[in-house]
């Protein structure tokens, strides 16, 4: 085969059923990684990409209005998601923003040669009623992006959504929530560090507090990317785009993880994962903790620490920030030790200027 596709259309015409579902979900797509939305697309009814003459047309588990423009359309639609965009979240954000248009244009009969940019522009105003401006913003840029990607590709003459404008928004501070240096210690001592889970969790939590990673950067860290340098341990985190950011650990970080790798015994198993998940008896299985296990796992610690629910994986990043900068940190350091491009997104983590606020607030003495 040369392609997930043809290997799946294979096992489709050759397997029997049964044996097709089993192999599609724990053989094929460990292997080939392939997105959440394939994954909608596969699993329940035969999904047929690129036949002229599908044997029913119910086989087309796409959206009505692409389902109804041809397989050519069908054959687009799905390479926009699985070969035109790389970084899995913004697939599956993308996915979510274009399923949503697609059944909003269907429930109001709109086919996808007549989308105008009068239809795009209402479906803008009615979904900035009930979410927030900078969703709306995504959504309308998915559209945008998936109607190019529809022009060149010879499906559309013109992008109706180009000339369609969203909402402003005008961001100088993060809404991450972020926790103070004692909340931040006051979680880790709260996590039972007796335990191959609590050891995972405790390392986790620490690393993504002082190297500033994204919880998908250091959810993809492998054991080898754990590595000593002189009398030190550093870690090399896979960010997006591509880029490898290698940064020292904190001792505090250190020790953590290597107290779960000596638990867990993976200092020899260079090229498994390092964070794993935990499986039914509550042993580390084989496979790489996903970032939704990642955030039910911290919204639990922290409900068990007595902090705020609101807390999620970005909060660390925050907090590292905000702390590096409270102690002495330069913003342009606190940049590369983040991985942004620009020292504004840094600096939308940094929350310092909060406490000098609320000082300011408890002037007035009433």
Request: glycine letters at 6%; a positive charge; charged letters at 25%.
């Amino acid at each position: 085969a040369s392609n997930e596709f043809e290997l799946i259309w294979f096992f489709r015409q050759h397997l029997p059923q049964n044996f097709v579902n089993t192999t599609l979900h724990n053989v094929l797509y460990a292997t080939y990684d392939l997105s959440d939305f394939v994954l909608r697309l596969l699993p329940e009814k035969p999904v047929i990409i690129g036949t002229s003459s599908p044997s029913r047309p119910d086989e087309l588990t796409v959206p009505d209005i692409i389902q109804n423009a041809g397989p050519k359309t069908i054959r687009r639609f799905v390479e926009f998601f699985t070969a035109n965009i790389r970084n899995v979240n913004t697939r599956l954000a993308y996915m979510r923003a274009a399923g949503r248009f697609c059944d909003w244009a269907a429930r109001n009969q709109i086919e996808l040669a007549a989308a105008e940019p009068i239809a795009i522009a209402t479906y803008i105003e009615r979904l900035g009623r009930s979410h927030a401006d900078l969703t709306v913003k995504q959504h309308l840029a998915a559209i945008r992006m998936l109607f190019d990607y529809f022009v060149t590709g010879g499906i559309m003459p013109s992008n109706p959504a180009s000339s369609v404008r969203g909402p402003k928004v005008v961001i100088t501070k993060g809404k991450t929530p972020v926790l103070t240096a004692s909340d931040a210690r006051q979680l880790l001592d709260s996590i039972d560090t007796t335990t191959i889970a609590g050891l995972r969790d405790h390392a986790l939590i620490a690393i993504l507090i002082v190297t500033f990673a994204r919880v998908s950067a250091a959810l993809r860290v492998n054991v080898r990317d754990v590595y000593r340098n002189g009398n030190r341990y550093w870690i090399r985190l896979h960010e997006k785009g591509g880029r490898a950011h290698e940064m020292p650990l904190h001792h505090v970080a250190e020790n953590s993880l290597l107290q779960y790798m000596d638990a867990a015994g993976l200092h020899e198993r260079q090229d498994s994962p390092l964070f794993r998940s935990i499986g039914n008896r509550r042993y580390l299985t084989r496979n790489r903790m996903h970032r939704n296990d990642a955030l039910r796992m911290i919204k639990r610690r922290a409900r068990h620490a007595g902090l705020s629910p609101e807390i999620c994986c970005h909060t660390f990043r925050a907090t590292g920030i905000t702390e590096y900068m409270r102690n002495g940190g330069t913003l342009e350091r606190a940049q590369h030790m983040a991985g942004h491009a620009s020292s504004r997104t840094t600096d939308l983590y940094n929350r310092v200027a909060d406490q000098v606020t609320l000082d300011e607030v408890e002037r007035i003495l009433i």
